[in-house]
């Protein structure tokens, strides 16, 4: 059993950059972030696999979002810049073991790791 706990979110400016932060507490093929902004269906963000040869983003996500990671740390981060009012959503962190497909991965079945959510607000 993998736990993931988010860290960084809040209220921030439009304009803004903020860093979320997931640790887990063990080493894991793939780590990602999802969001589910108020009444709105959850969706894929970014992920990554251990070597980083893997990305994924969300058509979305390209350009303002970056994912990383520190492998040493357990840690991914996503950093989310030029924020906007429509990016205010709780963001959850997951995780998982084994491979993974550009495909696969915006489908939240491929996840079996949740954190609990970050929530980030951004104010025009």
């Known amino acids: 059993q993998v736990q993931l706990v988010e860290s960084g979110g809040g209220l921030v400016q439009a304009g803004g950059s903020l860093r979320l932060s997931c640790a887990a507490s063990g080493s894991t093929s793939y780590m990602g972030w999802f969001r589910q902004a108020p009444g709105k269906e959850r969706e894929f963000v970014a992920c990554m696999n251990w070597s980083g040869a893997n990305t994924y983003y969300a058509d979305s996500a390209k350009g303002r979002f970056s994912i990383s990671r520190d492998n040493a740390k357990n840690t991914v981060y996503l950093q989310i810049n030029s924020l906007k009012p429509e990016d205010t959503a709780v963001y959850y962190c997951?995780?998982?073991?084994?491979?993974?497909?550009?495909?696969?991965?915006?489908?939240?079945?491929?996840?079996?790791?949740w954190g609990q959510g970050t929530q980030v607000t951004v104010s025009s």
């Open positions: 997951v995780a998982r073991f084994g491979l993974l497909s550009s495909h696969e991965s915006s489908t939240e079945n491929e996840w079996p790791y």
